[in-house]
């Protein structure tokens, strides 16, 4: 068994490079939500140097709430922004040898494709429009996968490690209890669930069937470098192999 392990970068998180140690995917700030030019050079360098796969992680043009402020953007707009941002990092990872690999969208953007099948068809459209080799990584379940399916992408379905799902396979809103799982334990034992045994407990208590083909792990918290060593031993001791492949 394996499973692709990704975390975003060039965010102004403290633990960036330190992270490419235990991760397999990277998903790089295209300059929208956050990060700039250098930043994003940065990345596609540490990311070589660790052999974590290259992604974009482009968003709304919202640094002021870092990518998380609701928009109402028609589809063509979107789809001009995608192409802007993956294109940004496309030309950065060539100059750097490197190849972008996937395409994770951020944040508010994220989750409003993963329910708005418009907006997702936009997204899914922008990636193919690029390059149609680039995996798009979306919420398991989501419109977001639908839509890169439709488009004939190779799809990654997406789990949290350290948030809380409703029963339709939503994430909780951070603006609601229950969002944001804070006991490692906790989230730990959540992500082998959901990998082992493709399924989640739900915030209402009842088991929801979950495909994981790639754990999300948010590194800006005080211990997110503790908990990556940790959840990647317990990935070993399960015998299941960290890869982006």
């Not at 930043?39 to 596609?44: D, G, L």
């Not at 944001?180 to 730990?188: H, N, P, R, S, T």
């Not at 069937?209 to 470098?225: E, K, R, S």
């Amino acid at each position: 068994m394996h499973i692709d392990l990704n975390a975003d970068l060039g965010e102004g998180g403290p633990h960036d490079e330190a992270l490419l140690q235990w991760v397999s995917s990277a998903n790089i700030a295209c300059g929208f939500h956050a990060g700039d030019a250098a930043m994003m050079r940065q990345s596609v360098k540490w990311a070589l140097r660790h052999g974590v796969a290259v992604g974009a992680h482009p968003g709304y043009p919202d640094r002021e709430h870092f990518g998380r402020l609701a928009m109402s953007l028609a589809p063509d707009t979107v789809y001009a922004q995608m192409i802007y941002q993956l294109g940004a990092l496309a030309a950065i990872a060539r100059a750097e040898g490197a190849v972008m690999a996937h395409v994770k969208p951020h944040g508010m953007l994220y989750n409003q494709a993963a329910c708005d099948a418009g907006l997702a068809d936009a997204v899914a459209r922008a990636v193919k429009a690029v390059d149609p080799a680039l995996r798009l990584f979306g919420l398991a379940g989501s419109e977001l996968i639908t839509a890169g399916r439709q488009h004939g992408l190779e799809v990654r379905q997406e789990v949290f490690v350290d948030r809380g799902y409703r029963a339709d396979g939503s994430l909780v809103p951070r603006s609601e209890a229950g969002a944001l799982i804070v006991d490692e334990q906790q989230a730990l034992e959540r992500t082998l669930e959901m990998v082992m045994h493709r399924r989640v407990r739900s915030c209402d208590g009842r088991w929801l069937a979950i495909q994981a083909d790639t754990v999300c792990l948010h590194g800006d918290g005080p211990h997110a470098l503790a908990f990556a060593r940790r959840l990647s031993r317990a990935f070993a001791e399960q015998g299941i192999a960290v890869t982006a492949a």
